[in-house]
C-alpha cells in the first residue's frame, strides 16, 4: 500500500489549495481515510476524512474552510483549504485504513500513511 500526497507549496493568506492523495494498493472506495496536519513544534492533528461509507468528517476548528471530495475513478481524494492563515502552515498527511469502520479522529488507529506534503502560508 501506497499513498502519496501531493498539491502543498507556498501560498499567501487568503489564498486556496487543493492537495490530493493518491493510492496504490489500497481503495477509497469502501475504506476510510483521514486527513491530518502536523504544525512545528505541535502534535499531528485530524482536519478531515471520510468514512468508509463515503461520509464527510470533517473537525470542528476547519469546518468551514476545508472541503473534502474523492474521486473513485482515479482512486484519489482532495482536501480543498480556503482562506489559508499562517496558522495553516504544516506538514499535512493522508492515511488510510481497512479496518476503521464509519470514521475515527483516533490517530493510532491508522494503519497506511503518506509521507506529507508541506504548505506553506505567509502572511
Known amino acids: 500500500v501506497q499513498l502519496v500526497e501531493s498539491g502543498g507549496g507556498l501560498a499567501q493568506l487568503g489564498e486556496s489549495l487543493r492537495l490530493s492523495c493518491a493510492a496504490s494498493?489500497?481503495?477509497?472506495?469502501?475504506?476510510?481515510m483521514i486527513w491530518v496536519r502536523q504544525a512545528p513544534g505541535k502534535e499531528r492533528e485530524a482536519i478531515s476524512g471520510l468514512g468508509s461509507d463515503g461520509s464527510q468528517n470533517y473537525a470542528t476548528f476547519m469546518k468551514g474552510r476545508v472541503t473534502i471530495t474523492r474521486d473513485s475513478a482515479k482512486n484519489k481524494v482532495y482536501l480543498q483549504i480556503d482562506n489559508l492563515r499562517p496558522e495553516d502552515t504544516a506538514v499535512y498527511y493522508c492515511?488510510?485504513?481497512?479496518?476503521?469502520?464509519?470514521?475515527?479522529?483516533?490517530?493510532?488507529?491508522?494503519?497506511?500513511w503518506g509521507r506529507g506534503t508541506q504548505v506553506t502560508v505567509s502572511s
Open positions: 492515511a488510510g485504513d481497512t479496518v476503521v469502520l464509519g470514521f475515527s479522529l483516533y490517530l493510532g488507529a491508522w494503519t497506511y
Open positions: 494498493g489500497f481503495s477509497f472506495d469502501g475504506n476510510a
